[in-house]
């Protein structure tokens, strides 16, 4: 097998579609974090190793059913958002966004206490508004926003038309706008 840097998404699937599940580790690698976080910031919480590994084995059950023509990594996410979709809806109830995000956002310097109080509040406020939008709003400002993904990724991840990711990601937008600016004017 060639080295796991140089080998693309393309041929690491050729390669574990013929069984070489050396060439899947390689994929799981390269999006393990990525898939934790979508999980995490959807709503999994604490159960969000759970929720990547049965995506990591469910698109592998599945690698055949995969559009060669297609990225992955969207593909894979939307594995991971219905597997955390599943799980929420199963345990009727929403994670703690809040405590996730807040663990791993950025830190502002050591050398400015107050700037860091300043930032950790504002950043507080802001997850609390992001976690109280209404389901599909937080769906699609997650994806965009938090995870970064393209309105066509969202779209796809999510498996909405774009016109609902872009008017969901509007809406939850102006929401935030509202919420955090009367909360920090």
Known sequence: MESDS??????????????????YEVLVTRYSALAHRTATMLGAG??????????????FRHLSSFRRDSPFRPWLLRIVANETHNLTRSRGRRSDLTARLGATAAVTSPDDPEGAAVATDRRAR????????????RQ?????????????ETAQVLDWPLGTVKSSTHRGLARLREEVGRDLG
């Open 6 to 23: 140089s080998m693309d998404d393309d041929e690491a699937i050729a390669l574990s579609l013929t069984g070489d599940l050396s060439a």
């Open 46 to 59: 604490d159960e969000a190793e759970d929720v990547v590994q049965e995506a990591f084995v469910k698109a």
């Open 126 to 137: 802001l997850l609390r508004a992001v976690r109280a939008l209404p389901e599909r709003e």
């Open 140 to 152: 699609a400002v997650v994806c965009r926003y938090f995870l970064q993904l393209s309105e066509a």
